[in-house]
């Protein structure tokens, strides 16, 4: 069939272009006769692909030559517990912030390894609202400040960098990263999971600045010692290969899309229209604070929950897939990153018009 | 350019079916209107080809009931750090075999958690034969005996399952699993990165027994917790979707050319094919005892090593690619997995014969 409008959280939708060249190159990549799945990472055509994907990355997001990009297997989940083995650095407390359940999973496995002090939380508020940064409360003796720039299931998103307090800051950026412009070194490690923005599932990006590498903890696996990774270029063993090639067309497409502030305009725009389509309505409620609304992730809802089926098959049908909302918090979730073109927004706007007529 | 044969000890050679079956449904899996890589891992289309994959492999490989199937991120080199953290259950100490590189790599891995008693090494003979197991020592306080069926750099697989004298047995079969029948019952462990005979790199499979489960380390990182993921069907977290699906186009391949008794009949062809080759040359020459001699990865020598670079030169215009020997020992190998089709060994042994008659 025709291609559907996904809407899904994660693993979610690719640009078809990107699509389109990975099958176009499947049985024969560049003219070696084989897959880039069949290559040897320690080939030169491999090292060729893995090599511009990282110059890519550190272009479209300016990461400072003081840092390290490490493609990492896993994804987010395998980092909540890498990053307090390699960052704590003698030290036995960190402090997290909690805007919703992916800071909360990070919180569980940092607890493995640490004293987790919560600097704030917005559960009281059911996530709706990211607490003030007045109200957060750190500790200097704690060895990182954690938080989740974009939490997929509330719809919340920051949207300035909070002041650590000179605590190394430490961010999820699974579900926003190379949404938007980002000053990399207001952090001391950037980490995300490909599978919201950047690619297939089975491959995390951790950006770390150099100077807090060094101090893993002595049963550390080897995988996620992030310095011995450093020295190896991130292929101390056989990575995710084909991932990490794929990773690396989308970063092409986004270089052609015109880099992060080009699609952060676009970003903008698409999550504007949909937000508008929701506010403007009685039939559609979007419970966030508006000022860290989620350009990713937008969660809505209607008041007559009978409805939600009849919703979703008639999108559905209409092809516009994958609008459940979480099944946590229920309702309706359309998840907009950056491989959603204005166009797919622009056709659930319709739908949602054409539903709340027949419906409201 | 045409598909070439492809002698990469892995990333390896994979099936051109399966290449041209994930080409053909890369934009459009099963009327979905998306990629499978585009699918969350929690949709019913997405847990149908997992569950496929699963059910195909214990099919093949006759897994009893009492074991758990589990589809892990990363390689082999993550397992040698969760195996210690998922099997030490109160003992301080294991056994390792040492019979090459990925013995060596293993045991250092295994060190971080647990003190290892060699119980044989083959290092002396330089990994050309595996240790009589009458000289074998094993303690009977180790929490597990862990051996690597098959080395691939130097070339060496049992060809049969060592007595452990009790202890719970554990083996790295990355690179020969599912190159023939194995009797699963007599391991508590079996393991393998995917890259060399399942399918691209980034996913691991673990067969595990349920009564070995439940006592991990208590620092062990949730995706590696054997347990935790055993009870999320292996998806605590977003699995590596893609690759478990290509796998899973490659078990399904491997029922169609029979199953692992009728593939084991292959490789045991076209491995004598080539150590004939060699073996009826005095031009050429394998170090291995005869009796562990390798059948996935056959490594082996001219002695006039400046004739090296013509060879690998002839053969890549021949269409023969990836024969270099491993950095660490030099000369040739040619890995012959089970993707690779015997006419792809025949036509090496073709240019073995042209060329020693050329440079002979």
Redesign the interface.
């Known amino acids: ?4 409008y ?1 809407f ?7 640009p ?1 272009a990107v ?2 060249k ?2 176009d190159e ?3 990549w560049g ?5 880039v ?5 320690r ?1 030169k055509a491999y090292v060729g692909i893995a090599e511009q994907a990282e110059a890519d990355f550190r272009a479209l997001l300016a990461v400072p030559a003081d840092y390290k990009v490490l493609f990492l ?6 980092q ?3 990053i307090p083995m390699n960052l704590l650095r003698g030290k036995t407390k960190t402090c997290y912030v909690n805007t919703g359940i992916w800071s909360e999973k990070a919180i569980a ?1 940092a607890k ?2 640490s004293e987790v002090l919560i600097a704030a939380s917005s559960k009281d508020n059911q996530h709706t609202a990211i607490p003030a940064r007045a109200d957060w409360k750190l500790d200097a003796e704690a060895a990182y400040l954690h938080y989740t720039s974009n939490e997929t299931i509330g719809g919340v998103e920051f949207h300035s960098v909070p002041d650590s307090e000179g605590l190394p800051l430490v961010c999820d950026m699974s579900s926003d990263i190379l949404s938007r412009p980002v000053d990399v070194a207001q952090y001391a490690l950037i980490y995300a ?1 490909a ?1 919201k923005n950047m ?5 995390a990006i951790v950006v770390v600045r150099e100077d807090v590498l060094g101090q893993t ?8 010692d992030y310095k011995k990774q450093a020295e190896n270029g991130s292929m ?8 990490w090639y ?1 990773l690396g067309l989308v970063l092409e497409w986004l270089k052609e899309q015109g880099g992060l502030a080009a699609i952060e305009a676009l970003n903008t725009r698409k999550a504007d229209k949909l937000y508008a389509a929701i506010d403007n309505s009685p039939f559609y409620s979007n419970p966030v604070d508006p000022a860290c609304r989620s350009r990713m992730n937008v969660p809505f809802r209607i008041a007559n929950t009978d409805l939600e089926k009849t919703f979703l098959a008639e999108a559905k049908a209409a ?1 516009l ?2 609008l459940e909302g979480h099944r946590s918090v229920g309702g309706f979730r359309a998840s907009i990153y950056n491989a959603m073109p204005e166009a797919g927004v622009d056709a659930l706007v319709d739908f949602m018009a054409g539903f709340e007529k027949q419906h409201g």
């Open positions: 069939m025709a291609r559907v996904n899904s959280a994660g693993p979610s939708t690719l078809t699509l389109e990975a099958r499947l049985l024969d003219g070696t006769g084989m897959s799945m069949e290559m040897s990472h080939s297997p896993g994804g987010a989940t395998g909540f517990a890498a496995e493995l390894y999971g599978q690619g297939p599932a089975g491959i903890l002595p049963f550390t696996p080897s995988i996620f101390l063993n056989t990575p995710p290969t084909y991932n794929l092809g897939v994958n």
